[in-house]
């Protein structure tokens, strides 16, 4: 598992994990919409990269 944290944190080049979120957020939205209130929003994704850069 680690390996695909690396990846999702540097595979984005420069914004790694960032560069991720911003592509996939409406995706990842649509799945999560089922859920009720989760959201991959700028507060979501900016606590996913200060967690991932640790």
Known sequence: ??????RAVTGG???GLQAFCDRFKDTFNGWWGDLGTP???AAAIAK???VMAK
């Open 48 to 50: 996913l990269v200060a």
């Open 39 to 41: 959201q991959l929003d």
């Open 1 to 6: 598992m680690p390996d695909i944290q690396e």
């Open 13 to 15: 080049g420069d914004r």
